[in-house]
Structure formats: C-alpha cells, structure tokens
T-cell receptor
Framework: AQRVTQPEKLLSVFKGAPVELKCNYS??????LFWYVQYSRQRLQLLLR??SRESIKGFTADLNKGETSFHLKKPFAQEEDSAMYYC???????????FGAGTRLFVKA | DTEVTQTPKHLVMGMTNKKSLKCEQH?????MYWYKQKAKKPPELMFV???????INESVPSRFSPECPNSSLLNLHLHALQPEDSALYLC??????????????FGSGTQLSVL
C-alpha cells in the first residue's frame, strides 16, 4: 500500500537555524516524490519535486531509496518559511497523488 | 492565466439541498482533480478526470457526482449531503505528459458547511 509519513506535526526553529522536515514513504515501485507548501491564506502549491533535483527558496530534498525517505532541508531558516508543508507521493505514470499528514513549520525571530 | 479558479468560496447547504461546486482552468491542463480536506488534515483524493473522462473514483459516496463538461471546466454536484461532509473542497489540475507525473495546480477551495 502507498503511504507517506511525516512524523512531526509541528516543528519550531529559530531564524537562521537549519531545518529538516522528515518524510518517509512506503511504495513497492518507483514513485515520484513532491513537497507542497501552504503559506497562510494562500493556496497549496508545489515547492519542489525529486526528479527536478533543484533548490527552491533555499530548500532541497534528496530521495533516498534505501531509507525510503525524502526529507526537506534548508541550512538557514527564514521567518517567511513559516507554513504548512506536505510531502506527497505519486506512482510513476499515475494520477493518484497521496499526501502525508503535513508538518507545520514555525520560524521564530 | 496560471490559476485554478473555484466558485463559490463558501457554501452553506442543508441536507436536502442540491448544489454544485465549479472549477475552471485555462492552462491547457488535461487532468483535473477533486480533493477533500478536513480541518488540520491533508487533502484526500476524490476524483480524477483525464481528457474529460473519469479516470479515478476513490470510492466516493454517490451523493457526490463529478462532471467534466469540457477540458477547462470541472463540476462537483452535491445532493443529500451529511454534516460530516463539511470540509474544504479543492480542485486541482495538471498537465498530462506520458509517464511523468506533473505538478498539481490547486485552487483556493470551496469551504462547505452542511447543516
């Protein structure tokens, strides 16, 4: 069965500190992994996807197939990073995107 | 136009009412989706349309009836809903590119309250 696990409901860090939002997945094939973000009073939007291997707003995420993880990292958190972050999985070639429970990141001044 | 537009933004309906949610996009996306999101929970997939044909129905009760009249529009017809159906209903769209999963573009949602 497909499953996405985000173990932390809330993560609070100080501005300038490193941040890591954890995501583990369960899927028998080769999934595609995404991070979506929802800022306050804004719509849900894509932050990054593993096949792009890019850095968006200073965030990166590496797919580790051995550990079935796709953790989101940023070396220096900013206050504007405060938001709800969802890790999501989609089977290759399929339309069914499944979301993890989400982690709310709070960056303190 | 790079947005998914949903109307209405808020809807209050009784259990005997019939109402419809509407979603529109003009990005040329050929896949459109309905998600349901309860408070403090992740979005849950309900339906997927691909090239205007229903591709996925996640065992959604028949009181929810989707419709895709053309490549830009997606409707969700509601009838005889229950109070537990109260939630934020999100529409999304994406390109269709072979075996690659394309990113979802979400609308801002319709907040539905069933009394």
């Amino acid at each position: 069965a497909q499953r996405v696990t985000q173990p932390e409901k809330l993560l609070s860090v100080f501005k300038g500190a490193p941040v890591e939002l954890k995501c583990n997945y369960s899927y028998s094939g080769s999934p595609e992994l995404f991070w979506y973000v929802q800022y306050s009073r804004q719509r849900l939007q894509l932050l990054l996807r593993h096949i792009s291997r890019e850095s968006i707003k200073g965030f990166t995420a590496d797919l580790n197939k051995g550990e079935t993880s796709f953790h989101l990292k940023k070396p220096f958190a900013q206050e504007e990073d405060s938001a709800m972050y969802y890790c999501a999985l989609s089977p290759t070639g399929g339309f069914k995107t499944i979301f993890g429970a989400g982690t709310r990141l709070f960056v303190k001044a | 136009d790079t947005e998914v537009t949903q109307t209405p933004k808020h809807l209050v309906m009784g259990m005997t009412n019939k109402k419809s949610l509407k979603c529109e996009q003009h990005m040329g996306h050929r896949a459109m989706y309905w998600y349901k999101q309860k408070a403090k929970k992740p979005p849950e997939l309900m339906f997927v349309y691909s090239y205007e044909k229903l591709s996925i129905n996640e065992s959604v009760p028949s009181r929810f009836s989707p419709e895709c009249p053309n490549s830009s529009l997606l409707n969700l017809h509601l009838h005889a809903l229950q109070p537990e159906d109260s939630a934020l209903y999100l529409c999304a769209s994406s390109q269709v590119k072979g075996s690659t999963n394309e990113k979802l573009f979400f609308g801002s949602g319709t907040q539905l309250s069933v009394l």
